[in-house]
């Protein structure tokens, strides 16, 4: 089985923040960190609790969980 998804939207990073030339979705912070947005399996004990947290690689194998990616696209713009 599988679950088909679709995520858009943004977000906001500090002025001098910067695209990572010839590489897709990855961005450099003024601090030289580097930031990306990647969709995560989260999981939780049950529909009504608050214990939420995303499941690491290994962890999705272990529960027979694979997230295969067909498209990944962000661009860096002025706001505005």
């Given amino acids: 089985m599988h679950v088909e998804f679709k995520i858009e939207g943004r977000y906001h990073v500090p002025e001098g923040t910067s695209l990572i030339e010839g590489v897709a979705n990855q961005f450099r912070l003024p601090t030289g960190q580097i930031i990306s947005?990647?969709?995560?399996?989260?999981?939780?004990?049950?529909?009504?609790?608050?214990?939420?947290?995303?499941?690491?690689?290994?962890?999705?194998?272990?529960?027979?969980?694979?997230?295969?990616?067909?498209?990944r696209q962000s661009e860096l713009e002025p706001d505005g």
Avoid: K
């Avoid at 999981?43 to 498209?71: Q, T």
């Fill in 37 to 71: 947005v990647y969709p995560v399996i989260e999981m939780a004990r049950s529909a009504d609790s608050d214990d939420h947290r995303d499941l690491n690689w290994s962890e999705c194998v272990a529960l027979g969980i694979s997230l295969d990616l067909y498209d």
